[in-house]
């Protein structure tokens, strides 16, 4: 079998990535070891924004890129098909809590500056917003329009189908397991547990697992140091509650770390920063069960009419693992020394696929750097430069 590039892992950022390719005229495959959206794809918070990433300018950029693309996806396709959802997010704090509060306002500030749409929300605006949600006395709310939420799963699959109406190739339980290259360390091609494929071109979306691949895939047993932590969340699913209960994706720090959304089930995707400390201690079944309860009996506080802990039965619950590059941004760009090998490895994958996949076609098909790459490759790595 031989291709033009081969794409490992069947995630949304490697099913999107594939797209790109397939459209600017490459043979691709893409070989995933379970099925599509099996890893954390599957699992996550699926929060399309660039509107809590205002620190670092390029990365807010590259991250309102993948917002933008999602927007004109789903104007050229329909939202339904891609599985968005653009109602907007609100952050919700207090002048009851000053720090919080003035962080809100520094932060819409910064979104201006960035020229990320943003509206400030007197509590009567955002009870308005949100008719059924108690928030607390005098609440207000920084929304950000733009931001969307994603059925991540949904959208993945759809890029197979695009990749497979271009022509390509997707391989379920197909395992990457070795790289083969010429005496330079020029790929040639990849061996599976299905057998070999011939191509010049290998690009690694594996999210969390990247060093065991990457190690996997040379031999080279430094990669196993490539700095990727592995931060676990939990996510807890509703079953579905009345229609327009929840109107957007809800996020506040008032009382500790709390979001929600109506989800695509028809109920409430629910999670919490400060839970999700927890479950790095501690990830049993009985330990989950028990957040679980709490993060349902804080949506109740929320949502009177919510069922609270009485649907936790009724409830799924996911952990998934986020791939957190050791300085919070992306790890995109060509494996110094390895000509023909790429790395698409980053956390707020759900928003950035768009935007990485299409700026990595550029590198892999033009042999250019975009510049809203540049500052995302490996290069800036200890021991990569
Ligand atoms: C709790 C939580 C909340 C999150 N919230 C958000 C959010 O609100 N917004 C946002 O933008 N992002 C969010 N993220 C991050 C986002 O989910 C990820 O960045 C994104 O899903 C990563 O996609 P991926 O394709 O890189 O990885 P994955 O989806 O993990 O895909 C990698 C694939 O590689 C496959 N693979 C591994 N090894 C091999 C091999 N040897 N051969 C073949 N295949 C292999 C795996 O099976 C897997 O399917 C969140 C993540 C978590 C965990």
Redo the contacts with the bound molecule.
């Keep these: 079998m031989k291709f033009d590039a081969i794409v ?8 999107t990535h594939a797209w790109y390719l397939a459209q600017r005229g490459l043979a691709v495959a893409v ?4 099925g ?14 660039a509107s809590t990433k205002t620190s670092n300018a390029a990365y807010h950029n590259l991250n309102a890129m993948g917002v933008r693309l999602y927007a004109e996806l789903a104007a050229e396709l329909g939202e339904e098909i891609i599985g968005l959802n653009p109602a907007g997010a609100l952050g919700v704090v207090s002048p009851t809590d000053p720090e919080l509060y003035a962080g809100a306002q520094k932060q819409a500030q910064q979104l201006t500056a960035l020229g990320y749409p943003n509206q400030w929300l007197s509590n009567d605006a955002l009870r308005k917003a949100e008719p059924n949600v108690v928030f607390p006395d005098g609440a207000e709310a920084l929304f950000t329009p733009s931001d969307k939420f994603l059925n ?1 799963p949904r959208f993945t699959a759809l890029m197979g189908d695009k990749i497979r109406a271009l022509g390509g190739q997707i391989f379920e339980n ?4 070795e790289m083969l290259a010429d005496d330079n360390g020029v790929v040639e091609g990849l061996r ?1 547990n299905l057998g070999e494929m011939t191509a010049p071109r290998i690009i690694v ?5 990247t060093p ?2 990457l190690s ?1 895939l040379t031999g080279y047993d430094g990669f196993s140091r490539f700095p990727i932590g592995k ?5 807890v699913t509703t079953p579905p509650v009345p229609d327009g209960l929840v109107r957007h994706l809800v996020h506040t720090d008032l009382g500790g770390e709390f979001h929600f959304f109506p989800d695509f089930n028809g109920g409430l995707r629910i ?1 919490s920063d400060d839970a ?1 400390g927890h479950v790095i201690e501690d990830r049993t079944p009985d330990h989950l069960r028990q957040l679980a309860r709490g993060l349902l009996g804080r949506m109740q506080d929320y949502v009177p009419s919510f069922a609270g802990e009485a649907c936790l039965d009724q409830c799924s619950l996911a952990i ?4 957190y590059p050791e300085d919070g941004h992306s790890i995109a760009g060509a494996m110094p020394g390895a000509e023909g090998l790429y790395v ?10 768009p935007a990485l996949g299409s700026l990595m076609a550029t590198l892999v098909v033009d042999g250019e750097v975009p510049k809203a790459l540049a500052p995302f490759g490996l290069e800036r790595l200890s021991g990569f430069g």
């Design positions: 490992i892992g069947g995630g949304i950022i490697g099913c070989v995933e070891q379970a599509l959206a099996s890893g954390t794809s599957a699992r996550n918070f699926s929060w399309v924004n991540a197909c395992e990457a397991l599976t979306a594996t999210g969390p697992d065991e691949v996997a931060v676990p969340g939990l996510l999670a999700d998934g693992v986020r791939a698409i490895a980053t956390h707020s994958g759900v928003t950035l696929a």
